[in-house]
T-cell receptor, first 112, second 113 residues
Framework: GENVEQHPSTLSVQEGDSAVIKCTYS??????FPWYKQELGKRPQLIID?????GEKKDQRIAVTLNKTAKHFSLHITETQPEDSAVYFC???????????FGKGTMLLVSP | DTEVTQTPKHLVMGMTNKKSLKCEQH?????MYWYKQKAKKPPELMFV???????INESVPSRFSPECPNSSLLNLHLHALQPEDSALYLC????????????FGEGSWLTVV
């Protein structure tokens, strides 16, 4: 089955800095990679996703890049703000079961 | 509208109780899911329903019993739970199960005493 590794487990940045979270996956047939943001006590919310037919996708301050050859994808947040503080999960779609496998999460703390 | 509604938001139950968690979506999605999430961990898949039929059961103990009465509703029946079953239970839905965006409900916080 699919295995997703996510790093780092915690990330502290100053407001205005950029933050990068990286994930690797094992199933070369996986073709869909969403990122979820989960604030304390709330549900995971989809913030951006990418499919394997593109290499990069941007939405305002967030972007995701995908390297299919290396089987890794990354989340980039620019001009971070305190409200970006949350746990971020990457995920990959299992080609066999058509279900998501999540990374272990990254706790992002943005200090004012 | 990308709303998945779950009730109740909080539930405290004893180990001999029978209770149910409910989930509803009106997006016309044909796939619905139950996930379990413990603190500081990612969501873990429990069940997948596709076109109202159970398609995946991730070896979940029988004290958890899912039910899909129709394409908009998904229930999780709980019986004889253990304290370690205390967690956030998340319902989710997607258009299909082939790479479609998965939307999560707010979750039901379950405490077993």
């Amino acid at each position: 089955g699919e295995n997703v590794e996510q790093h780092p487990s915690t990330l502290s940045v100053q407001e205005g800095d950029s933050a990068v979270i990286k994930c690797t996956y094992s199933d070369s047939a996986s073709n869909y990679f969403p990122w979820y943001k989960q604030e304390l006590g709330k549900r995971p919310q989809l913030i951006i996703d990418i499919r394997s037919n593109v290499g990069e996708k941007k939405d305002q301050r967030i972007a995701v890049t995908l390297n299919k050859t290396a089987k890794h994808f990354s989340l980039h947040i620019t001009e971070t703000q305190p409200e970006d503080s949350a746990v971020y999960f990457c995920a990959a779609l299992n080609s066999g079961y058509s279900t998501l496998t999540f990374g272990k999460g990254t706790m992002l703390l943005v200090s004012p | 509208d990308t709303e998945v509604t779950q009730t109740p938001k909080h539930l405290v139950m004893g180990m001999t109780n029978k209770k149910s968690l409910k989930c509803e979506q009106h997006m016309g999605h044909r796939a619905m899911y139950w996930y379990k999430q413990k603190a500081k961990k990612p969501p873990e898949l429990m069940f997948v329903y596709s076109y109202e039929k159970l398609s995946i059961n991730e070896s979940v103990p029988s004290r958890f019993s899912p039910e899909c009465p129709n394409s908009s509703l998904l229930n999780l029946h709980l019986h004889a739970l253990q304290p370690e079953d205390s967690a956030l239970y998340l319902c989710a839905s997607s258009q299909g199960t082939r790479g479609d965006t998965i939307y999560f409900g707010e979750g039901s916080w379950l405490t077993v005493v």
